[in-house]
Every structure is written in structure tokens, then in C-alpha cells.
């Protein structure tokens, strides 16, 4: 089966490890996959190398003046001069490059499959069937707005299937797009155990007891502020004996979280590593797993956690660690923003060792719902029914 995956741009965020998951996997099942990338960053495309040779590359508009700014932003903020260039100029023609480029590309192919649900308005002329995956709470992405919500309708219409990749979200999609409940459809984040366990031992880390975090430092959603807070509350209770805490990943709000961190007195205790293109040998050896998200969809970070079976404290936000953590059996929820609550929370997964083997144990059951196996048959499945359809 000629299958293309589009994204909007190729970071290093969830949806990004989750497609190349997908990519690899279908292209070593035997399909023809293409990966369909909108707008080339260059160096910033940091897991290109580990996507399967079998996949073919395609893009939309590649690293260039017409992405510059754009690239920038992901960075930095802007200025008002390149605010203006990008919203006036920039955006509007590669909107227009892209909607040319599109049918083009896509016109041999079986199947659609659009990743981040980003491009149904440039699919209009496509053909062939098209799904869109989703990621996340629909209330908290609308920021509860009923126009945004009512658009976003109108996008997934723009589709034949809408995968959700959690019950719940499903079950939000239906209550708000009843008219559309035969479009909806759940397949959880696949997991490739062995490629995970693989990755997990490809270096060595030599550190003092730690807590970690994987995470994009953007404070509108990961709420990294409310983890460092706890952090500090939990450390006073005990006596600064707590394990230092690591956080992985870079975003727009890194400097202000390190004067956060800084402004706590938590320097030599908490440790910004920056981004790495493979930290799960730094899973394999932490005491816990954190993540203060406000909102997420399935978090890829807390089933490779329960894969390499670490315990784990996470905000219980819309709408996915509550599916991933067996409703609290395999680890810790708290409330989103509770700081009080997350402090206890990481005291907890540091002193009860009795608690902890009982999440991991739970964790190695659980964990196989989201074994690739399992995802690919139902994505081939769906795949199968549309184009029979």
C-alpha cells in the first residue's frame, strides 16, 4: 500500500517520535510510506536520522528564506519588523506554495494520512482517503472557545477518519461532534519495546540520584513552573535529600524558568540538559518520571517510563496520563497546577520503595496495550476499510 504521512514541520516534540514510529514500522511491514513535510527546518530536524531508509522524503517548502523567521520563533520572540514580515509575506506564500505543491505530491498515492491535523485546507483537491490524527484534550486545544471548537469541526470533516489516541478523547469528540461519532476512531501511540529497550542502552549515564522530565520548556502548555515549585516544597520536607531533579528539552520559556529555578535556590539541585535526540538511557536509570502538563493527548514520554518500568508522578489533565497510568496503577495523579499536591507526590515516589515496585509491576501489564503490534493492526485495519470502502 503507497501511503504518505504529512506533518506541518519536524521537530522533536511527541507527535514527531510518534510518527517516526509509525513510518519506520509500516515501511518495514512492506508498505511504500512517504513522509510529507510542509515546512523544512534544517537543522532543527534533529530526528531525521533515525527514520528508516525505505521512507521517501518529500517537502512542501525547504529551509529558506521563506521559513527563517518562522524558524526563529521556535527559539526566540520576535520583533514587531519580523512579526509583521512573517504574517504579511512569509506565511501567505508558503500557504500558497503549499497548496500548489500538495495534490501534486499526493496524487499516486493509496492513503493520507495527516499527523499533527494540520493541512485539511490544503487536501481539498486530494483524492484518495484521507485521516487525520489528534492529539489532544479538544476543550483545552479550543481553549474552550466555541468558535474554535466549531472549526475545528469543520476540519476533521475535511477527513474520512479522525484517529484519537485515547478513549477519552474520543469520547469528548463525540459529545461534542455527535453528527460525526462513525468518524471518530482511537489507536493508542505505538511502542516498539525492543527498539525503546535498544535505545535505552545505547550510552551509559553516570549521574547522582535524579528525577526526570522530558518536556518542550513552553509554559502554556507543560507547566514546568508548577514542577519547580513542587520541587522545592518536597526538598524542604526532606531536609534537601531529595534527588536532584533533570529536565530535558528547550523551548521559548527556557530562560525564564532557569530565573525561576535560580530565584528558588534550586542551583546544583535542578539541572536544564537541553534537548537530546535519544534520552531514554537517562529514563532507564532515574528514581521517577515526572510531567506537570496542563493538558496532553497520550504522552509518548510515560509509556516509554512504563516500558522501562520507572515509576511515575503526572498531572491527571485532559486527557490522556489517567488511560496511560491504569487510573493511578501505575503511578501517581495529581491535580494539574496542584503544587502542594505534587510536592507530596514526589516525596512519596522518593521513600515508599514498596509503592513503587507495586506501580512497576502493574506497569509491565499495562504496558502492552500500547505495543506496536497492537496499534498497527488497527491503523492497517482502518487503512483496509477505507480504501474498500
Known amino acids: 500500500m503507497k501511503m504518505a504521512f504529512l506533518l506541518s514541520r519536524f521537530l522533536d516534540g511527541g507527535i514527531d517520535t510518534v510518527l517516526v514510529r509509525y513510518v ?9 510510506v512517504t513522509f510529507v513535510i510542509a515546512n523544512g527546518y534544517g537543522n532543527l530536524e534533529v530526528y531525521k536520522k533515525i527514520v528508516s531508509e525505505n521512507v521517501k522524503f518529500e517537502y512542501l517548502v525547504n529551509e529558506g528564506c521563506l521559513t527563517a523567521i518562522s524558524k526563529k520563533k521556535l527559539t526566540r520572540r520576535l520583533s514587531s519588523f519580523e512579526k509583521f514580515g512573517e504574517e504579511a509575506f512569509c506565511r501567505p506564500l508558503r500557504r500558497l506554495i503549499q497548496t500548489w505543491r500538495m495534490p501534486k505530491v499526493l496524487e499516486n498515492q493509496d492513503i493520507v494520512i495527516d499527523m499533527d491535523c494540520l493541512a485539511a485546507s490544503f487536501l481539498k483537491r486530494v483524492k484518495c482517503p484521507k485521516i487525520a490524527f489528534f492529539h489532544f484534550s479538544i476543550h483545552h486545544y479550543c481553549q474552550g472557545r466555541q468558535k474554535r471548537i466549531e472549526r475545528l469541526g469543520k476540519k476533521f470533516r475535511a477527513y474520512d477518519k479522525v484517529v484519537m489516541v485515547s478513549e477519552a478523547m474520543r469520547a469528548e469528540a463525540e459529545t461534542l461532534f455527535p453528527s460525526m461519532r462513525e468518524k471518530f476512531a482511537v489507536i493508542y501511540n505505538p511502542q516498539d519495546l525492543e527498539e525503546i529497550q535498544r535505545r535505552a542502552a545505547e550510552y551509559q549515564v553516570n549521574a547522582k540520584p535524579y528525577i526526570l522530565s522530558v518536556a518542550r520548556l513552553e509554559e502554556s502548555q507543560k507547566d514546568h513552573t508548577t514542577l519547580l515549585k513542587a520541587y522545592k516544597i518536597a526538598d524542604e520536607k526532606r531536609n534537601g535529600q531529595m534527588p536532584e531533579l533533570r529536565i530535558f528539552g528547550k523551548g521559548r ?135 474498500n470502502s
Request: overall charge negative.
Open 253 to 387: 520559556d527556557e530562560l525564564k524558568l532557569k530565573s525561576l529555578a535560580q530565584s528558588l535556590g534550586l542551583d546544583g539541585k535542578v539541572m536544564f540538559m537541553g534537548h537530546s535526540p535519544n534520552p531514554l538511557p537517562w529514563f532507564l536509570k532515574c528514581d521517577a518520571f515526572v510531567l506537570s502538563s496542563k493538558f496532553e493527548g497520550l504522552p509518548v514520554v510515560l509509556v516509554e517510563s512504563l516500558v522501562l518500568s520507572r515509576p511515575i508522578v503526572v498531572t491527571d489533565c485532559p486527557v490522556g496520563p489517567a488511560e496511560v497510568l491504569d487510573n493511578g496503577g501505575c503511578g501517581i495523579l495529581v491535580p494539574v497546577g496542584d503544587i502542594d499536591a505534587m510536592a507530596d507526590a514526589l516525596v512519596k515516589i522518593s521513600t515508599d520503595k514498596e509503592f513503587v515496585q507495586r506501580c512497576i509491576e502493574n506497569g509491565k501489564v499495562h504496558t502492552q496495550k500500547f505495543v506496536w503490534e497492537a496499534s498497527s493492526q488497527k491503523f492497517n485495519a482502518l487503512a483496509r476499510e477505507l480504501l
Open 24 to 32: 519506520n514500522g509500516l515501511a518495514k511491514e512492506g508498505h511504500e
